[in-house]
């Protein structure tokens, strides 16, 4: 493996049924609700009303557009679901003007019947100048892993009101 992949992991617990988990996390209203206020994605035109375990695996759904702050566009994702293991797996392997290589997956494990382990792993590779500038492929690394650990805390949240 290439020196300039950059990896990083993130478990929590979410005190809800790994099914409900499950069901918010694959929609495009539950991504976004735990990335915001930060970030924002938007699906394609020909993809808006498709969820995780809707998209075809291993084929690209298109270009989803990245805005930061949910008003500032920054970035896109050539989004690609690579495998999906529905109600418990999926990983995503794509690429983005910024990164070379992108990948999550998202693990949901049961705790017992009313609590879920929710597993994120994220590889990526910066692309360009980013993966140039000594340090600098360190400092995204810390604040992908700080995004992460937010999107944890909405996710949580969400299911403890």
Known sequence: MSTRFRTFERTSVVEAPREAVWARIVTPRGINDEMMPLLRMAMPR???????????????????????????????????????????????????????????????TADGARRTLVH????????????????LPGLLERVIGRFFA????????????
Not at 50 to 76: A, Q, S, W
Not at 151 to 161: D, M, T, V, Y
């Open 150 to 161: 937010h999107r944890h805390r909405k996710l949580g949240r969400h299911f403890a009101n």
């Open 120 to 135: 994120d792993r994220v590889r990526f590779e910066p692309r360009g100048p980013i993966a140039a500038v000594p340090g």
């Open 46 to 108: 020909g993809a808006r009303g498709l969820t995780v375990d809707t998209v075809e695996v291993g084929r690209k759904v298109g270009r989803c557009r990245l805005y930061l702050f949910g008003i500032v566009p920054f970035d896109h994702d050539d989004l690609m679901l690579a495998e999906l293991e529905p109600g418990h797996r999926f990983l995503e392997r794509s690429t983005m003007a910024s990164m070379r290589t992108w990948e999550h997956e998202r693990t949901l």
